[in-house]
């Protein structure tokens, strides 16, 4: 089936080891027959093999294209990847290739690549950015074809352009819109000063080791099981993992000792935060329907809640709510005061002063919690430091809410909501204050506010403690306008503050997810190039990875894996990896010689050619497996 394929050879490399090496130029044009696609195939061939006359470009291989001085130029030594590519020589450019599609089974409409490559010539200047200290990532963007012209308006959904839109979008169609290109590796700062432009450090492919940590531990956190567990497991969760950090019995704030749990819902897989209030009885259906309420309340700043029920599991009458799971959340008691922290001017342990910054933005996300509860006619009734948890830096969330409006129920039901968020801002100011002055007893602040407020100008502004003190403060009869909407329009300066370091934050995460952008296409590249190769006997085909078409995969898998150097030393240079992926992704049109291990026969092929043949394999294979679906173990992947 490859009778009228074409490749160029070269007997051998003087001075080169086993193993692919860093292509040369062809020297000359050979049919490559079914035979020679084949294992076996390739022992026989060289230059005297009658197989050796290209049946259909015979023209072409005449041509001065190998000319008598590549011929018996000198043996190739490698200086870096940049021999790698064949980079469209001009004598290759009509010569006879490997063109996968004069095989017969080929359909190339079945694979669009419209988009993806046109020759280019940037590879030879690109080449001399390889190395493996900075693999200078050759601009992909420039390996790829010039965009082809798009008109976004000529499909149905933009109509415009047959109708009364057409003259407003005309402007648009003088520089013609191009669908996005991919393989992009744009650099979005900040940058290293000391790298030259081309240069790229391995880091600027993968997100920063501090982040990396951060989200992995917090994964593990997130996974972490107890074997043997005695706890027991509920209707819809199972998984119990006690999240506690202490087995004292605490009924300061509910009213009942509380206990707190991961869990994995047994519904949608997920992992949910579980308290328990033990010994809880419900005596009125009414109070837990009260907690329902509570589902519209989505906020940045609030602990999404999901619901209550009771249980016997636990062998008494316990009351459960389910919140969103925080991974490694610790409470704003357990992060500031649980452990003394060194004192920065070595006074000793004991708690450290708040940098006012923190308190503002303290303020500021608390008072965006307590808007979304006030709006949705609630009331949080619970602003205490062992019930706000911190989830990343200095980012608050209130943790326990639509509790005290259920074990409360009958006792609060008279009291109007107002009153009750009116308790609210007077309990946020009287936390800010504990959080000031350092005071994580609750009630000792309670019986000494005006102390300690009078201590407040001696460590903070007097913004703070005017604002504070305005929290604290019982409005006058008949006032309406303490509202915690007044609160932030007073605070707006600090607010804008917290709005910009939340921005900035968010500014560094987009640059660490840039970095990342590309890697998850390549892996399932990767994948998807690894189901095929390698794949000893296949459905009783010996060796199917190693015949016909899947033959160039396997020596491209050599060719960017395995290079070797002049010495035979192996060649581990990330960038030409990645290069060489991005390409082959793209199906750029760029040639590369690839030889096999004997170095008997060599092969020049387009990434696009490799392309269309993973695909196909890749296709070849993924049928099979839907035929073998019953089989056990089977697991399709579709959409790699
Ligand atoms: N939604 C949540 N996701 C993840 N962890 C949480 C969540 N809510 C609370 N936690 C964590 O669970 C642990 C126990 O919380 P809890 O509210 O019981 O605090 P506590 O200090 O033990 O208070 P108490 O003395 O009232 O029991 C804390 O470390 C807290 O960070």
Known sequence: MFEDTHVYYQTSKP?????????????????????MMSRSGKKALNVESPSFTPITLQQAAKKSTFSSQAASAAPFTPRGPSANTTPNPPQAADAPV???????????????????????????????????????????????????????????????????????????FATPLAPPQYHLYAPIGPYREDLLPYQRVTHDFFISERLRDELQKKSHATLQTMPNSPLPQLEKYHSLFPLDTSNRKNTAIFGYPSWVFKAVSSKDGKYYCLRRLEGYRLTNEKAIHAAREWKKVINANVVTFHEAFTTRVFQDSSLIFCHDYHPLAQTLYEHHFATPQPHPRGRGLGPVAIPENVLWSYISQLSNALRAIHHAKLAARCLDM??????????????????????????TQPRPVADLQQEDLVQFGK???????????????????????????????????????????????????????????????????????????SD?????LTRELENGRLVRLLCKLNTITERGEYAGEVAWSENGERYPLKLFRDYVFHQVDDQGRPVLDLGHMIRCLNKLDAAAEDRITLVTRDEQSVFVVSYKDLKLLLDRSFNELLKRTKQAQNSPGTVLVPGI
Do not use: C
């Open 508 to 512: 560094s995460l987009t640059s660490e």
């Open 98 to 172: 490997f063109n996968p599609s004069n095989i017969r089974e080929f359909q190339p409409q079945t694979f669009d690549i419209s988009n993806a490559g046109s020759p280019n010539n940037q590879s030879a200047a690109n080449d001399s950015t390889y190395s493996i200290e900075n693999f200078g990532m050759a601009p992909i963007a420039q390996a790829l074809p010039p965009p082809v012209p798009f008109n976004p308006y000529a499909t149905s959904e933009h109509s415009a352009i047959s109708s009364h839109g057409a003259a407003y979008y005309q402007p648009q």
């Open 431 to 505: 936390l800010m204050l504990a959080l000031a002055s350092s005071t994580p007893q609750a009630d000792h602040v309670n019986n000494n506010i005006q102390r300690y407020m009078d201590s407040l100008p001696m460590k903070y502004s007097a913004s703070l403690a005017e604002a504070i003190s305005w929290l604290i403060s019982p409005p006058a009869p008949g006032d309406k306008t303490k509202h915690i909407d007044t609160f932030i329009s007073n605070i707006a300066m600090h607010v804008m503050n917290s709005a910009d370091q939340a921005l900035r934050a």
């Open 15 to 35: 001075g080169i080891g086993p193993g692919p090496h860093l292509g040369d130029y062809p020297l000359k044009s050979a049919t490559l027959s079914n035979e």
């Open 386 to 411: 062992t019930k706000i948890i911190i989830t990343d830096k200095n980012r608050i969330r209130l943790a326990a809410t639509a509790i005290l409006d259920v074990v409360q129920f009958e006792a």
